[in-house]
């Protein structure tokens, strides 16, 4: 008897943990969902791999960026969907490995809602290899396996990752604290000391960034080249349009890559155009490729009063930088009619 009792109370303890746990999750999970801020924590730091498929699910976007913390902290839809006319969603992670680039731009193209997926070409850069993921990113969450087949039983990933994961508890934890911080009528634009995507950079930064990246390079190993013909290949009769840019790093840091490695960065570059045009030569559906690697009214922008109106720091844009590369690319719904 006095066992059975330990094992009810056991039992139930887990039970009330479990309970609790989901609710927190819904709570918070429709909070943010309903919040007018509430997309801005898609350029949010933290842990977004285990949540980011989830609410992809949910939004149902018809735009969907890709790619490094470029591309998490560059595009805000609080601000692009008003002026675009559309709704877009934010699949960009911290340290995105050419494999996770992949793999999450091929679960934006299998989302019947999505029309244009951008992804940032930084992504495929270094020497990743086939399967490198970085911890919470999870291929049961999306929506295709990586050789494009639909993923069994993705229902009950998706809702075990959104109501049991760790990962879901902590992204929601951070959200819902980000939000809370909000006063009224104060959007993410306002408050850069909780969203770092808004901060702007300064000569102290632009200094300390010149350090840390001082042996920085932006080249394509054989493994990433593969990631991205493996990613073109699954875009070759997709029903959304793939769109690709060179990202706009400031030309502070560009003449440091040129320091490091020319040839490579030239050759990563010569790459990808030769990729795209073999891909375009042979598929319906076509890739388009944009270059703002090089000298242009953003990668030029000198300090005004001490501070720059575009950039976080040497590679990390601002997402009033971000909603500029969009208007100057096309992407938008109006485009596709």
């Known amino acids: 008897m006095e066992k059975n009792r330990y094992a009810f109370w056991f039992l139930g303890t887990v039970a009330l943990g479990i309970a609790a746990l989901m609710g ?10 309903n919040h007018p801020a509430g ?14 498929p989830v ?10 960026f890709v790619g490094s913390s470029r591309v998490r902290d560059g595009f805000d839809p609080v601000l692009i969907d008003p002026a675009l006319k559309v709704k877009s969603f934010n699949y960009g992670a911290s340290s995105m ?8 731009a091929q679960d934006a193209l299998a ?26 990113f999870d291929e049961t969450r999306l929506a295709v396996t990586p050789d494009g087949a639909p993923t069994q039983r993705r229902a009950l990933w998706l809702f075990t990752t959104r109501f049991l994961s760790g990962g879901a508890l902590g992204m929601n934890a951070l959200s819902v604290y ?34 840390y990246r001082r042996t920085r390079t932006l080249t394509m190993g054989s493994g990433p080249a593969r990631e991205f013909s493996t990613l073109l290949a699954s875009a070759c009769d997709a ?67 001490g501070r720059s109106a575009s950039y976080v720091d040497l590679v990390h844009f601002r997402p009033p ?11 938008g719904l109006p485009r596709l009619r």
Not at 39 to 52: D, I, M, N, P
Not at 55 to 64: F, G, H, K, S, T
Not at 120 to 126: K, R
Not at 241 to 258: E, K, S, T
């Open 24 to 33: 927190f999750n819904w709570a918070v999970g429709a909070y943010i969902l």
């Open 39 to 52: 997309a801005s924590v898609q350029t949010l730091a933290g842990f977004e791999r285990a949540l980011k």
């Open 55 to 64: 609410w992809l699910a949910q939004i149902r976007p018809e735009l969907v």
């Open 97 to 104: 490995t050419p494999y996770e680039a992949r793999r999450f």
């Open 111 to 136: 989302q019947p809602s999505v029309k244009q997926v951008v992804v940032s070409l930084d992504a495929f850069t270094g020497n990743g290899g086939p399967g490198e993921a970085l911890p919470s």
């Open 178 to 211: 980000a939000l809370a911080r909000l006063k009224t009528h104060e959007t993410a634009a306002d408050r850069p000391d909780i969203f770092n995507a808004y901060s702007h950079m300064t000569g102290a930064v632009m200094q300390r960034d010149l350090a």
């Open 239 to 305: 029903n959304a349009r793939l769109i690709l840019f060179f990202p706009p790093d400031h030309m502070a840091i560009q003449a440091r890559y040129r320091e490091g490695d020319a040839a490579a960065l030239d050759a990563f570059k010569q790459t990808v155009r030769n990729t795209v045009a073999r891909h375009n030569a042979r598929c319906a559906s076509k890739v388009v490729m944009f270059d703002f690697l090089g000298p242009n009214t953003l990668t030029t922008e000198a300090l005004r009063d």
């Open 321 to 331: 930088a971000g909603l500029w590369l969009l208007e100057k690319m096309g992407v």
